[in-house]
């Protein structure tokens, strides 16, 4: 089965709010793709669509180029994790795995593999309804990976992982893909996406605003500013912006600079004689990327909002 998920002009209005507007992508294999936007941007709805709990109005959404809801078995197909509380509380993660891959004809050694690669040896015999947020979320990625699926869809993973549990997840998502596996994550947490999705597919009312890797997003956010600190910043300013450059002053001994690139910029400055101690290419981090891309889509929202229309 080839390992893509495939969404294609989905729409879907709740009432008179729309909550899905065209929605298209596609999820490849051997990546992690990270699924972004702002909160009622649609990506729980577009997860749901594909998943068959939520019927779209128009579009498709094929798991390897097949509707989920006629997959045989769905677990061997697509892993999910959409709900980590979606769990019976008196249950021990064990016999919730165990039901779990009794349901898809799977041998209950497969629980045991889940359970080692989701690091919950030591705790699979409790009660599930005890552990906490970041426990129920590697217990949620062990059902996810029961059936050794090609595709995985992992909603908010990273939610109430204490530090050493993101790491893990940074490279255990990673992992994943590296075997070839298409793998999308939506998080809302960009500096965890920054380190593990490959591509990113960046949505706003409804619709996809950016679909690209993460390399190209962040090279052209930062675009071709460079930061200069030097001791002698009126003079600084005069000979940049006579090489062609548009300067301006964020602080004392600092230069935001833009027009030139920084080897460029070291160059004119040494050239002509005025000293700096530092001349670096900006470099954009994600969470700043995707606040420029998304803004209007906020700020539509609170507008919406401001206006009392319900939306």
């Known amino acids: 089965m080839e390992a893509t998920i495939s969404v294609s002009g989905l729409r879907k209005r709740f009432g008179s709010t729309v909550a899905l507007d065209g929605m298209s992508f596609t999820v490849g294999p051997g990546q992690v793709t990270g699924f972004v936007g702002p909160n009622g941007a649609g990506k729980s709805t577009t997860m749901r669509v594909v998943l068959g709990l ?93 059936g050794d699926p090609p595709v995985l869809m992992l909603d908010e993973p990273f939610n109430g992982m204490d530090p050493e549990g993101i790491v893990w997840m940074r490279g255990f998502l990673r992992g994943l893909a590296a075997q070839g596996r298409a793998v999308l994550v939506s998080s809302h947490l960009m500096s965890e996406l920054q380190d593990t999705a490959d591509h990113l597919v960046i949505v706003g009312r409804g619709s996809v605003i950016a679909d690209t890797s993460t390399r190209e997003l962040l090279a052209a956010a930062s675009g071709d500013r460079v930061t200069v600190r030097t001791p002698a910043g009126p003079q600084a300013a005069t000979v940049l912006e006579r090489a062609g450059a548009a300067v301006a002053v964020p602080g004392p001994g600092l230069l935001a600079v833009s027009g030139l690139a920084a080897d460029r910029v070291a160059r004119v400055l040494g050239e002509s004689g005025v000293p700096f101690s530092e001349v670096a290419a900006h470099r954009a981090s994600l969470e700043e990327a995707y606040l420029s891309l998304t803004a209007d889509a906020v700020e539509f929202r609170a507008a919406a909002a401001a206006g009392g229309d319900g939306r």
């Open 54 to 146: 939520d019927a779209a109005e128009a579009g498709t959404a094929l798991v390897g180029g097949r509707p989920y809801r006629t997959l045989r078995h769905p677990l061997c197909h697509l892993g999910s994790l959409v709900d980590a509380g979606a769990l019976q509380p008196s249950r021990s993660a064990r016999n919730h795995l165990l039901w779990l891959a009794h349901s898809q004809g799977l041998p209950a050694r497969r629980v045991d593999e889940v359970v080692e690669q989701a690091g919950l040896t030591s705790v699979i015999r409790r009660k599930a309804g005890g552990f906490s947020l970041g426990m129920r979320q590697r217990l949620g990625i062990a059902a996810a990976l029961l």
